[in-house]
């Protein structure tokens, strides 16, 4: 098990840093040929804090907008509705010896838990109403511990910063494409054409940048599952079923395909009659796992999406379940 979290912590450091040295390499070469490599340090740096200076602004301020969209209304100690949540995040902060954060409840329609924090708002986590009534307080529990697990390991900060490579590609690839298209260019260029053809590659580049920016954020929600795992007591088999529980919520139908596709796996128990509802039972998602645990994924499989294919989480937690056995 120590292996595998030392997988994942050594692929996100060597992710991070080789987005952000080929990206900055990238475009040092563009600007340096098209105007100067002498003067391309100060077009980078020009260029960077015009996006840094917008991507601040969405961080210091962003909470305030998740507040409005998601509807979230602060859970204050003692409750009458919600105060057992409370409880349980003061709980989970407790066991990663971190400071409580604020807790909210979002009313909205699905079921979902999300950390976000900045300099002005501070930690925070919400849950959403749906995902409170599905699982049990052992699952939230585990829930907890991995929105606990971004705000620990700073994963905010980290990808705003990995994240801001992709946008400076797209912005310079854009200047470069309106210089094409105005017949602009410094001293060695003298074919607009190539300046413009230059441009768009750079923002089609800027979209293969935002693949490796998602491959990243895949790790950081691996590592949010691995200190759940860790730091919550049967963190890993509970942060399993509320996994399972989520996807059935949203797919009732789904471990019928697995049946059909792959057939009966082990002991497990197999039911029928279930309703998407959130009144999911727990032997249900049980079974789902036990069907995760024993698919093989392909590694395409989830190449467009900023979270791992849940059967990859799920026989993650399973390494970490055998080993603390």
Request: aromatic share 14%; no cysteine; glycine share 8%.
């Amino acid at each position: 098990m120590m292996w595998e979290v030392a997988k994942l912590k050594i692929g996100m450091i060597l992710s991070a840093i080789s987005i952000l040295v080929l990206g900055f390499a990238l475009v040092y070469g563009v600007l340096g040929y098209f105007y100067g490599f002498s003067n391309a340090p100060i077009l980078i740096i020009a260029s960077l804090s015009f996006v840094t200076f917008f991507t601040i602004i969405q961080w210091l301020f962003g909470p305030a907008i998740i507040k409005m969209v998601y509807h979230l209304v602060e859970v204050e100690p003692g409750d009458p509705t919600y105060g057992w949540v409370y409880n349980i995040v003061q709980e989970v902060a407790y066991y990663n010896r971190m400071s409580m954060p604020k807790v909210y409840i979002a009313n909205v329609p699905f079921p979902n838990a999300f950390a976000f924090e900045s300099p002005i708002y501070g930690k925070n986590i919400a849950i959403t109403l749906p995902l409170l009534r599905m699982l049990t307080p052992d699952e939230v529990r585990a829930v907890i511990g991995h929105e606990i697990g971004h705000l620990r390991h700073k994963d905010t900060e980290l990808l705003m910063a990995v994240g801001l490579i992709p946008t400076l590609l797209y912005w310079i690839g854009y200047g470069l494409w309106w210089g094409g298209l105005l017949g602009g260019g410094g001293e060695r260029n003298n074919n607009a054409g190539i300046l413009f053809l230059v441009g768009i590659a750079m923002i089609a580049l800027s979209f293969v940048f935002n693949l490796f920016v998602l491959f990243l954020n895949r790790m950081r929600e691996a590592y949010a599952d691995v200190n759940s795992a860790l730091t919550v007591p049967n963190g890993a088999r509970n942060l399993q079923t509320a996994l399972a529980k989520i996807v059935l919520s949203m797919d009732p139908d789904i471990v019928e395909r697995y049946k059909r596709k792959y057939g009966q796996l082990g002991s497990m128990l197999l039911f029928s009659g279930f309703e998407a509802t959130t009144e999911i039972p727990t032997y249900r998602a049980q079974e789902l796992v036990e069907y995760w645990k024993h698919v093989k994924v392909s590694p395409f499989a989830d190449l467009f999406s900023d979270h791992p294919h849940p059967a990859k989480r799920i026989q993650l937690l399973e390494k970490i379940t055998q080993t603390q056995w």
